[in-house]
């Protein structure tokens, strides 16, 4: 257990369903981050919030909206999805967003898989 | 462009020595990270080196070598729980932290 919960574990949707994947830490942090990892890819950012305000978007398509309703709240929505976008999401926290040594915790991640 | 590169698998035997290599080419350097991940667990917190120079903590280690744009991870004493995934990771110059690929490594009896 690191502080950051993410549900569900495990998401199997249609292309054309919609769905949301959830995040939540304990730990008082002020930044969270939605991660994308793929077999054999580095780990894309996709979306960083500090103190509830989106500071950044790394091109994501319009089909990922993120949502952070307070600062340990992190909601990514989902529709129509392609199969391309089967991966395991993580979200991560931290102190703070910006700082050399500001170390990154992250959840055990939403295995998604889209048919 | 941004690049960090890293053995993609290492192979190891219980109670030896590894070391795991990580070269990177960044825009600026704000610092190094490793991060351990367990088969369909978070990635967690290993080490950070900012200067050049060896930090150790307990059977692992992590190397900086600012000027060759190289780092590497030492774990001692293997043990089948280290079996696991090693992130490599850089922040460059505006604070974005840049992952590796990951080196899988399996450590056997």
């Known amino acids: 257990e690191t502080g950051v919960t993410q549900t569900p574990r495990h998401l199997v949707m249609g292309m054309t369903n919609k769905k949301s994947l959830k995040c939540e830490q304990h730990?008082?942090?002020?930044?969270m981050y939605w991660y994308k990892q793929s077999a054999k890819k580095p780990l894309e950012l996709m979306f960083v919030?500090?103190?509830?305000?989106?500071?950044e978007n790394n091109s994501v398509p319009s089909r990922f909206s993120p949502e952070c309703p307070n600062s340990s709240h992190l909601f990514l929505h989902l529709h129509t999805l392609q199969p391309e976008d089967s991966a395991l999401y993580l979200c991560?926290?931290?102190?703070?967003?910006?700082?050399?040594?500001?170390?990154?915790?992250f959840g055990a991640g939403s295995r998604l898989t889209v048919l | 462009g941004q690049n960090i590169d890293q053995p993609t698998e290492m192979t190891a035997t219980e109670g030896a020595i590894v070391q795991i290599n990580c070269t990177y080419q960044?825009?600026?350097?704000?610092?190094l990270f490793w991060y351990q991940q367990h088969a369909g667990e978070a990635p967690t917190f290993l080490s950070y080196?900012?200067?050049?120079g060896l930090e150790e903590k307990g059977r692992f280690s992590s190397f900086l070598s600012r000027s060759k744009g190289y780092s590497y991870l030492l774990l001692k004493e293997l043990q089948m729980k280290d079996s696991a995934s090693y992130l490599c990771?850089?922040?460059?110059?505006?604070?974005?932290?840049?992952f590796g690929t990951g080196t899988r490594l399996q450590v056997f009896p």
């Open positions: 991560a926290s931290s102190e703070r967003r910006i700082s050399g040594a500001n170390v990154l915790t």
């Open positions: 730990l008082g942090h002020n930044a």
């Open positions: 919030y500090s103190l509830e305000e989106r500071v």
């Open positions: 960044t825009s600026g350097f704000n610092g």
């Open positions: 080196n900012v200067l050049d």
């Open positions: 990771a850089v922040r460059d110059i505006t604070d974005k932290l840049i």
